[in-house]
C-alpha cells in the first residue's frame, strides 16, 4: 500500500471519529471528509480515468432515492386531502375497542410511526397531542402514554423509507424495499407489543378502573371532530399502496398510481393534486442530500482500500458469524452514539466487510439497521422529534421516568429483531 493510500485512509478514518462524535455537522462532514480523502489518494476529480471523484458523486444516485419519491407523492396529497387525519381518527378509536386507554396511546403511537414511516420525520407529538391527555383521562400513567407514543420513531427509522442511514445501509447492500420495511415493521411493533402488556400489569397492579360512561366521552371528544371524508375512502389508496408492494411492482410507479387514486377519491383537479404531491416530495430535501453523501462516503472507502484494512483487523471476529457480528457492531454502534445518522459513519465501511465475507446481502442490511435503529433511543428517548417533544403535551410525564419505562421494551425489541437476522441467515 502507497503512503498516498495510507494517508488518505487515515483522514476518512479521522472523518469517521468526527461524524461520531458529532463535533460538526455530519452531512458536510462525510461529504468534505470523502473528497479530501479521495483526492489526497491520487483520484482526478474529473475526466476518463476509471475512477474520477465525479464518478464516485454519481454513484450516490441511487434508484432507491426513486423509491422515496414515490412514496413522498403519495403522502403529500394525502396529507392535504385529510385522508391520513382520518386514518389517525380511525387508528385510535380501534385501540379504544382493542384495550381501553392502555389501546388509545399505543394506536396513537402507532399511527405517528407509520406516518413518519412515510414522510422520513417521525413527530410522536402528532397524534400524542389527542391520544395523550385522552389515555390519561383513561387512567394509564402519564409516563407510560409518553413512553409508549415516542415509541413512534422505531417505527419510522426501521420500517421507513427516508431515512439517510437506512438508505444508505440498503444502496450498500443493493437490496430494495418491501420485505425489509415488513420485518422492521415487526421489530418495531415487538416493542409497542411489550410496553401495552407491561402498561396494563400496571394498571392492574394499581386497581385503575373507568366507568364506561367516562370512556364514551373520551371518544367523543375525537369522534365530533370535523373530516374531510370517510373511513373506506381514506383506506383504499392504503390497500392499493400495499398490493404493490406485495406485488414487487416499481415502488416509484406505485407511489404515483395510490396518490392518483387519492386525487380521483377525493374530487381533486390534476393541477392541483400534482401540487400537492410535489409538496410531499419537497419533504426528500434533507434525506435526498444526506442519502447522496453518505453514498459517496461508502464509495470513497472503497476505492481508498479502507475495507480491505478494516477487514484484516477484524477477520478473527468475522470467522464466528459476520452477519451476528454486524448487529453486534451496529447495536453498539446505537448505543454509543444514540443517533442512528450519526451510526453510518461505522455501518456503512463495517457492512462492506461483512459482503465482502459472501454474507446474505439481506441478512446482513437489516442486521445493520436493526441493530442501530432500536437502541439509539435507549438512554434519551431520541433525539428532537421523540419523547422530549410528547412530555409537553402528556399532563403529569416527565422526561426521566418515560425513558425508564422505555427501556425493557426497547430492549425487548432488540432481541426480536436479532431473532428475525438468525431466521434471515437460516432461511
Not at 233 to 259: D, E, M, N, R, T
Request: charged share 10%; hydrophobic share 55%; net charge neutral.
Amino acid at each position: 500500500m502507497t503512503t498516498q493510500m495510507i494517508i488518505a485512509q487515515c483522514l476518512m478514518v479521522l472523518t469517521l471519529v468526527i461524524m461520531i462524535t458529532g463535533m460538526t455537522p455530519i452531512y458536510i462532514t462525510a461529504i468534505t471528509g470523502a473528497a479530501i480523502s479521495a483526492i489526497v489518494a491520487g483520484f482526478p476529480l474529473a475526466g476518463s480515468a476509471p475512477m474520477t471523484i465525479a464518478k464516485m458523486i454519481n454513484s450516490g444516485l441511487n434508484p432507491v432515492i426513486a423509491d422515496m419519491t414515490g412514496i413522498l407523492l403519495f403522502i403529500g396529497i394525502m396529507q392535504a386531502t385529510g385522508f391520513l387525519d382520518v386514518i389517525v381518527r380511525d387508528i385510535v378509536l380501534w385501540g379504544n375497542k382493542l384495550g381501553g386507554g392502555p389501546g388509545v396511546c399505543t394506536a396513537g403511537g402507532i399511527a405517528a410511526g407509520v406516518i413518519g414511516a412515510l414522510t422520513g420525520f417521525t413527530q410522536p407529538v402528532i397524534t400524542a397531542v389527542i391520544t395523550g391527555p385522552a389515555a390519561v383521562k383513561l387512567g394509564v400513567d402519564p409516563n407510560k402514554v409518553a413512553g409508549i407514543q415516542a415509541h413512534a420513531g422505531h417505527i419510522g427509522n426501521l420500517a421507513g423509507f427516508t431515512h439517510p442511514t437506512q438508505v444508505a445501509i440498503l444502496a450498500t447492500a443493493g437490496i430494495g424495499y418491501g420485505l425489509f420495511n415488513v420485518l422492521g415493521l415487526i421489530a418495531a411493533l415487538s416493542i409497542f407489543l411489550m410496553s401495552y402488556i407491561r402498561v396494563i400489569y400496571d394498571m392492574h397492579k394499581r386497581g385503575v378502573t373507568v366507568s364506561e360512561e367516562d370512556r364514551i366521552a373520551v371518544m367523543d371528544e375525537i369522534k365530533n371532530k370535523e373530516y374531510k371524508t370517510t373511513s373506506g375512502k381514506a383506506f383504499f389508496p392504503f390497500l392499493v399502496l400495499l398490493v404493490g408492494f406485495i406485488c414487487g411492482l416499481p415502488i416509484f410507479l406505485v407511489g404515483l398510481v395510490s396518490a392518483l387514486v387519492v386525487m380521483i377519491l377525493a374530487h381533486k383537479d390534476m393541477k392541483s393534486a400534482e401540487q400537492t404531491m410535489m409538496q410531499g416530495v419537497g419533504l426528500i430535501a434533507t434525506p435526498l442530500v444526506a442519502t447522496i453523501g453518505f453514498l459517496f462516503m461508502s464509495t470513497v472507502i472503497k476505492q481508498i482500500g479502507l475495507v480491505d484494512t478494516i477487514s484484516t483487523f477484524a477477520s478473527p471476529m468475522l470467522s464466528f458469524s459476520p452477519v451476528i457480528v454486524m448487529f453486534c457492531v451496529a447495536f453498539v454502534t446505537g448505543f454509543m452514539t444514540q443517533s442512528y445518522a450519526a451510526s453510518v459513519a461505522v455501518l456503512v465501511p463495517f457492512l462492506q466487510v461483512v459482503l465482502g465475507t459472501g454474507a446474505d446481502p439481506f441478512a446482513a442490511a437489516f442486521a445493520a439497521a436493526s441493530g442501530a435503529s432500536l437502541i439509539q433511543y435507549f438512554l434519551t428517548g431520541g433525539p428532537v422529534a421523540a419523547l422530549a417533544t410528547v412530555i409537553p403535551v402528556v399532563p403529569g410525564s416527565n422526561l426521566k421516568q418515560a425513558n425508564l419505562f422505555q427501556r425493557p421494551s426497547i430492549l425487548f425489541g432488540c432481541l426480536v429483531a436479532l431473532i428475525i437476522t438468525i431466521l434471515l441467515m437460516i432461511f
